[in-house]
């Protein structure tokens, strides 16, 4: 079958730094999305990776390897504003989005 | 967990024609749905707010009468895009929030529609 799982909730520190993990069973590969959302509103595209190894984009970077069914989004230098849900998708070989159940991300102060 | 469906997964058509896409919560029920499209490799882009027993709430930009929204029952919310051109070609993909205060979301597997 397919599966998607990622934390349901990490908490961290303003200022910190936090690794979301997310790792996957599905049939075949066309990329993998990280997308944030804030409650209430449509989620926003962070990274769309489909070569192995990390990507980074200010603050974010996010990494996959195909081999191990394995990805991370790695967010530095916490901002309140951080606070929100991180969704890890994956496009299968029929290009339908399978959608992970998302991380809770809480920062403290 | 909570589980949303779209019907059909992939469809081609010809330019002028109607095309409705199907989006069921299979174990929950939704008085709101969201409609969504996805461009390549970036944001899902909010089209409406389906509503369960009313009218749809229409992001700004969003031509109502060309993307008929109907939320018929708790389960099912349709998307017709009427009349439709190349330039609608796209992925269409809903969402339906599930918990006591709503606050977790559902995605469906998305729809890709080609228009010839």
């Known amino acids: 079958g397919q599966n998607i799982d990622q934390p349901t909730e990490m908490t961290a520190t303003e200022g910190a730094i936090v690794q979301i993990n997310c790792t996957y069973q599905?049939?075949?590969?066309?990329?993998l999305f990280w997308y944030q959302q804030h409650a209430g509103e449509a989620p926003t595209f962070l990274s769309y990776n489909v070569l192995d190894g990390l990507e980074e984009k200010g603050r974010f970077s996010s990494f996959l390897s195909r081999s191990k069914g394995y990805s991370y989004l790695l967010l530095k230098e916490l901002q309140m504003k951080d606070s929100a849900s991180y969704l890890c998708a994956i496009m299968d070989s029929n290009y339908q989005l399978i959608w992970g159940a998302g991380t809770k991300l809480i920062i403290k102060p | 967990g909570a589980v949303v469906s779209q019907h059909p997964s992939r469809v081609i058509c010809k330019s002028g024609t109607s095309v409705k896409i199907e989006c069921r919560s299979l174990?929950?029920?939704?008085?709101?749905m969201f409609w969504y499209r996805q461009f390549p490799k970036q944001s899902l882009m909010l089209m409406a707010t389906?509503?369960?027993?009313?009218?749809?709430?229409?992001e700004q930009g969003v031509e109502k009468d060309k993307f008929l929204i109907n939320h018929a029952s708790l389960t099912l919310s349709t998307l017709t895009v009427t009349s439709a051109h190349p330039e609608d070609s796209s992925f269409y993909i809903c969402?339906?929030?599930?918990?006591?205060?709503?606050?977790?979301?559902?995605f469906g597997p998305g729809t890709r529609l080609l228009v010839l």
């Open positions: 174990d929950f029920q939704a008085t709101t």
């Open positions: 599905t049939s075949g590969f066309n990329g």
């Open positions: 969402s339906a929030p599930s918990g006591r205060e709503q606050e977790t979301q559902y």
């Open positions: 389906s509503n369960e027993g009313s009218k749809a709430t229409y």
